[in-house]
Nanobody
Framework: QVQLVESGGGLVQAGGSLSLSCVAS????????MGWYRQDPGKQRELVAK??????NYADSVKGRFTISRDFAKKSVFPRMLSLNPEDTAVYYC???????????????WGQGTQVTVSS
């Protein structure tokens, strides 16, 4: 069984920074993509940043402030979030496209979510 385990998050003042991490574990054959999404209550889940192969995509709202990196050996992804503002407040979810052992096709996996709150 494949799992995504998140850590980090919490409460920070506007202008501050936070780091998150996500580690994939289980019977994994390959990981095609890893990244983070976020969701505010009453809103749709939106992409924050994602690494697919050699490409990294960021939401326009976080470009220049967030940086995401990936450790392929440790099956993990680490966003570093700078210059946070109250609009960044949301539940952040790790996401990965993984081919599990014994499977031919990738599927999407989600972490349990971690709260990030930015106070003004």
């Amino acid at each position: 069984q494949v799992q995504l385990v998140e850590s980090g998050g919490g409460l920070v003042q506007a202008g501050g920074s936070l780091s998150l991490s996500c580690v994939a574990s289980g019977r994994i054959s390959s990981i095609n993509a890893m990244g983070w999404y976020r969701q505010d209550p009453g809103k749709q889940r939106e992409l924050v940043a994602k690494i697919t192969g050699g490409n990294t995509n960021y939401a326009d709202s976080v470009k220049g402030r967030f940086t995401i990196s990936r450790d392929f050996a440790k099956k993990s992804v680490f966003p570093r979030m700078l210059s946070l503002n109250p609009e960044d407040t949301a539940v952040y979810y790790c996401n990965a496209e993984i081919v599990s052992s014994g499977s031919y096709y990738p599927r999407q996996y989600w972490g349990q979510g971690t709260q990030v709150t930015v106070s003004s």
